[in-house]
């Protein structure tokens, strides 16, 4: 506890203070990884706890998934339960955001004529998972428009409420955009769907550890996340929550035993226990990321430096490229990403390029019709790499 008091009193600013934390990482030294967002690499006491996991299933694979590995992953569920403000039986692990999305398109009740509202934010593999859902029974996707620029919670809400009609049942929202790195104001939108009687489905793999998450006060239906991003978990990792009135309709789109036998699933989650045999060290290994985000990091200290870097980043690009940001750089808006339109033109090379001449890992994203640039930052990230970034990108714009 004094480690993690004097942990976060460190100067977000300074990278020196940040070096000792860095170091949990190893990342490849040719490479400058902006990209915690899309792939998270874990720190190595997650890896080392994930290979102890492969090499005593390899060793004896009966003893370990017979005996050993259901309690284990009772276990794992609880803490990660715990971590999520919500209880065991509430959420089930699943492989990632999309494998969790696809459950829940699948299961929920949709019929000819229903509707089910997204918005233009969301992430595109979302989309299509929907699309293809309505089209098999006939109901239909709408695509509510976000305001061009943020400015207050209201008026998220009103831009998704206009949205619904009489015949929508479901609302699919991120709680962190993709391609615009947006916190939206989720609880307020669930309230708002609750009043119209509409359920609301969270994207959320961008949310655990970046900000706060407390499931059982969201006043969310069903919440889909990965943990391979900002927790840090091994890549394959994430979860589906779903509110006890919806519990007895979620199906296994994989279906196999449920449990392992002679057991035999009796409740929602258990059908979600054994889907064959597969790598159980993933799923094993998720408390120990929770472990060393809060307990040797901290989340409060994690936020303070990386949301420090994110802001940096923010400002020192749009200082660069004269742009404004769709949403204020203060309030909240933002988290551990920052989001920078660039000037007007062709972007599409621009990714490659900075991988090819700088070896910096940052994506380059198309969003209605105009080019951004979302910087990523974690604890292993630097200053002095946002400083390569912005010099990279100014030496680009000037051609
Ligand atoms: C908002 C959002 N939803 C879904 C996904 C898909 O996540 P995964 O590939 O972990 O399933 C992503 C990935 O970046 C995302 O940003």
Not at 55 to 76: G, N, T
Not at 368 to 378: A, D, Y
Request: some cysteine; overall charge negative; proline content about 6%.
């Amino acid at each position: 506890m004094a480690e993690l008091a004097a942990l976060s009193k460190r100067r977000p600013e300074v990278d020196a203070d940040w070096a000792d934390l860095a170091a949990h990482w190893d990342i490849r030294p040719d490479t400058i990884y902006l990209n915690h967002g899309s792939f998270g690499p874990s720190p190595r006491v997650v890896r080392e706890t994930r290979r102890r996991f492969i090499d005593a299933l390899d060793c004896q694979p009966m003893d370990f998934y017979v005996r050993q590995f259901e309690p284990q992953l009772l276990e794992a569920r609880r803490q990660l339960a715990e971590f999520l403000g919500t209880t065991q039986k509430n959420v089930v692990f699943a492989e990632n955001a999309t494998f969790a999305m696809n459950v829940v398109a699948d299961s929920f009740p949709l019929k000819a004529g229903d509707e089910v509202l997204l918005n233009d934010h969301e992430y595109g593999a979302v989309l299509r998972i929907w699309e293809r859902r309505c089209r098999r029974v006939g109901a239909q996707v709408k695509v509510a428009p976000l305001p061009e620029r943020f400015e207050s919670a209201e008026q998220v809400v009103e831009a998704i409420t206009a949205g619904i009609t009489r015949r929508t049942r479901l609302a699919i929202v991120s709680q962190i955009t993709s391609p615009t790195a947006i916190i939206l104001p989720v609880a307020e939108i669930a309230a708002a769907c609750r009043e119209r009687e509409v359920a609301i489905c969270v994207d959320g793999p961008h949310v655990p550890a970046q900000i706060d998450l407390h499931l059982d006060t969201l006043g969310v239906d069903f919440y889909c996340a990965s943990l391979h991003k900002w927790l840090c978990a091994p890549l394959g990792t994430g979860f589906l929550y779903a509110h006890p009135r919806w519990q007895s309709i979620v199906q296994p789109q994989l279906l196999s035993w449920g449990r392992l036998l002679p057991a035999l699933p009796e409740q929602w989650d258990e059908q979600f226990t054994w889907s064959g045999t597969r790598d159980s060290s993933l799923y094993l290994s998720v408390p120990a990321a929770i472990d060393f985000m809060t307990n040797t990091i901290g989340l409060g200290t994690f936020r303070s430096r990386c949301g420090w870097l994110a802001n940096e980043a923010g400002a020192r690009l749009l200082e660069l490229t004269g742009e404004r940001p769709l949403a204020p750089t203060t309030g909240g808006w933002y988290g551990t990403m920052c989001h920078v339109p660039l000037p007007p033109g062709d972007w599409s090379q621009l990714q490659n390029w900075l991988w090819e001449a700088h070896r910096i890992e940052v994506p380059i994203i198309h969003f209605n019709s105009r080019w951004f640039v979302r910087v990523s930052s974690h604890l292993y990230n630097t200053t002095a790499q946002i400083d390569l970034l912005v010099r990279a990108l100014a030496s680009r714009l000037a051609k």
